[in-house]
């Protein structure tokens, strides 16, 4: 477990954290005036190892306080990058000590959205340390500025990660769609429909740039039913080359062995390490990730009770007097910013490295590791 420390006054700045794996969906933005769910679990966080983050101008130029906090990259006309790396994600229920900062909650549209930068200071030593983010179409969430602040080790040490049988035993499937909620419209107030997941989209949007990556520019073909009505539809879309199919399939805990013909693997990714699923003795095949919750309701659906089922067909446990949830009204469509996020990083890994011969588990993206006792997680 670790708490955040403020690095100017080393005041407490969270609640007790685990370090977990950062969502898929983490910097998506998803719809026009969508109100979005917090991001993380109370009680944990997660870490961003790579750049992100739009450019944001300080209010005082050259401000001594906002330099240190962006790791002094402030340009002469006061505009500082927003190529953050090694930032810090957590629940906005798990702050302590922080106040916000006025000056920096404007230029939002519903929310806060951290245009302007750190928008949360140090209660005690007014040090900028964090950027609330709630603003429509955002995930919540309070993002603690890399150089601001400080993980302590409490609670002796760090247990190792859970294995998979204990993973899988207690993990939930994720629905592929759910209702979304939103401002505006016709009606005051608050209104509702039902839609596919925002977790779904930009977990397929991140799958997709790896099966393209691995792909080489060849087709690609996915199992049939639900996997297929997720993906097949945006890989034929893909401009393809000569060269015969490639052939996807699912593979992970409590699946049989993956087919040897089997040319990648959508398997799912541990919730606490990131680590993608592999089995034992080795694959030949590319994994590509997904969500421990999205993959296990690919792998294990859940069935949806009939609008009327008809008394004789069905136990009379199963009867409910709840109708089922309604089906989208649109077909599904992949997370386009996700996509294209993952395809940038999965290009720049593969630049970074040396030459595999082709092989493109070579691009598989970095992971950060656990923080240590005293100094920032890498």
Not at 177 to 184: R, T
Not at 190 to 216: D, N, Q, V
Not at 270 to 282: I, L, R, V
Request: charge should be negative; include cysteine; charged fraction near 15%.
């Amino acid at each position: 477990m670790f708490v955040f420390v403020c690095a100017g006054c080393g005041a407490e700045l969270t609640a007790p954290l685990s370090q977990v794996a950062l969502p898929a969906h983490a910097h998506q933005v998803y719809g026009n005036g969508v109100q979005l769910p917090v991001l993380m679990e109370p009680g944990t966080f997660a870490v961003e190892s790579e750049p992100w983050g739009p450019a944001w101008r300080s209010r005082e130029k050259g401000a001594p306080d906002a330099e240190a906090v962006r790791g002094g990259h402030a340009s002469a006309d006061g505009l500082l990058s927003g190529d953050v790396t090694d930032s810090f994600v957590i629940a906005p229920g798990d702050t302590r000590g922080t106040v916000l900062i006025p000056e920096k909650c404007s230029g939002c549209c519903c929310g806060l959205d951290g245009a302007d930068g750190p928008n949360m200071a140090c209660e005690v030593c007014g040090l900028p340390v964090a950027s609330r983010i709630d603003d429509c179409s955002l995930w919540q969430a309070v993002w603690l500025a890399p150089n601001a602040v400080r993980p302590h080790a409490v609670g002796g040490a760090t247990p190792a990660p859970l294995s998979w049988a204990d993973v899988t035993a207690a993990a939930v499937g994720t629905p592929p769609y759910e209702p979304i909620a939103s401002w505006g419209g016709r009606r005051l107030g608050l209104y509702h429909w039902w839609s596919w997941s925002p977790r779904w989209e930009a977990a397929a949007g991140r799958a997709l740039a790896h099966l393209l990556a691995a792909s080489g520019g060849r087709p690609v073909s996915v199992p049939h039913g639900l996997t297929a009505e997720i993906f097949q539809r945006a890989l034929d879309a893909l401009p393809s080359t000569d060269g015969p199919t490639l052939h996807a399939a699912l593979a992970g805990p409590d699946l049989p062995a993956p087919d040897t013909d089997a040319d990648l693997l959508l398997v799912p990714e541990h919730p606490q390490t990131g680590e993608p699923w592999a089995p034992a003795g080795g694959t030949s095949a590319y994994p590509v990730p997904l969500p421990l919750g999205v993959w296990l309701w690919l792998a294990f659906p859940e069935p949806h009770l009939p609008a009327d089922p008809p008394p004789q067909a069905l136990p009379t446990e199963l009867l409910r007097d709840d109708p089922p949830s309604p089906l989208p009204g649109r077909p599904f469509q992949i997370d386009a910013g996700v996509f294209r996020h993952t395809l940038q990083r999965l290009s720049a890994a593969c630049d970074r490295k040396p030459d595999h011969g082709g092989d493109p588990r070579g691009a598989a993206p970095l992971r950060p590791q656990s923080p240590g006792a005293e100094s920032a997680p890498a």
